[in-house]
């Protein structure tokens, strides 16, 4: 049975009386407030009429994809390495849309069940910071790409489009790596298909999708225009104000860096490789940022010096030092050390910074803080989750969460 909405007042049925085709309710409104109380009861529009009246689904079952469980195949992989595509994240989420509704799919008869209506709609929702795109450009134009919603902590996906072979693949790939790097918990991939299960998707029963709504973390709300890169970085030092220069150095990395997404407890750790009178304080942070990873490291040391930091005369660069620890083998107390741990999945390899960080699978004072935000990021090159690297990790140093 299919409930007709009030257009007045705001409301769903319960989603588990849809039809069997999932076809739920008609009617009521596509703004915002009526898209996001859909979406945090496991509902979606499919199409409206032509008196723009939505038709409001929940389908039985429900295709998902937890991000552990995304499989990157090794074309896709050599694909996403060697950078043939650029990927950008809300630089164009109107033309996202468009292409979707335009370009001709197998089987599609007719216009798109994205109307005019739906486009003017969820450009609504994106300005008001819970729609985004993910976008593949090819010599600077858009090939590719794909939009959906991010309530809480997991994202809905609604339609892609490429008119690049794979072009949509890379773009499903940076919003799986997003998922991972922010810790959300599962992909919303909607209706089943064999193009999404080739990808680690997988249908689930309405009754079960509900469930892992019902656990929804409100708090992880990533609300207002993500950025393109994400770089993951541990802060600490063992001297002066521990606790001081690590709040300071979180406001500086905010301003000149970019948006604090995650941050971990702060844990006491001891010194590692020398020793010294006082234990180390360090944190992990999660930033997105518009940066390149070298204008990041840029920035860190930067931000290291302001803090107090004074690094030995022998040091060559100002794009060597912060990762001087690679190849020095002494090490020093310091009031500040900002670390470049991850920048996406991206693997570098210059004489001026190694991403990721190649040591950073030995120290428990890393993986620790990280394992509490990002558990189940797996690591571009050793090809494991930092909880799994964290439960193989050889270092047993003391490392406390402080608070």
Known sequence: MAYLLDGNQVGFPDPSLAEDDGFLAVGGSLEPLWLLNAYYMGIFPWYDDEEGHPYWYSLDPRMVLLPTDFRCSKSLTRLLRSRRFEVRVDTCFREVMERCASVPRPGQSGSSWISRNFIDSYCRLHEEGFAHSFETFQDGQLVGGLYGVSLCDYFSGESMFHTVTDASKVAFAKLVEFAELHGFRFIDAQQPTRHLESLGAKPIPREEFLKLLES?????????????????????????????????AMIEIANRIGVVSLASSIYETEPWGFEAEQNFMNQALVVDTDLSAEEVLKEALAIEKDLGRVRPSEDKSPLSVLHSSFSVKKYSSRPMDIDLIFYNNAVIETPELQLPHPRMHLRRFVLKPLAQIIPDFKHPKLLKTISELLAECPDSSDVKEYF
């Open 216 to 248: 929804n973390d409100t708090q992880k709300s990533y609300r207002g225009r993500w950025k393109s890169n994400t770089v993951v970085l541990l802060i600490g030092g063992n001297q002066g104000d521990r606790i001081g220069l690590l709040v300071r």
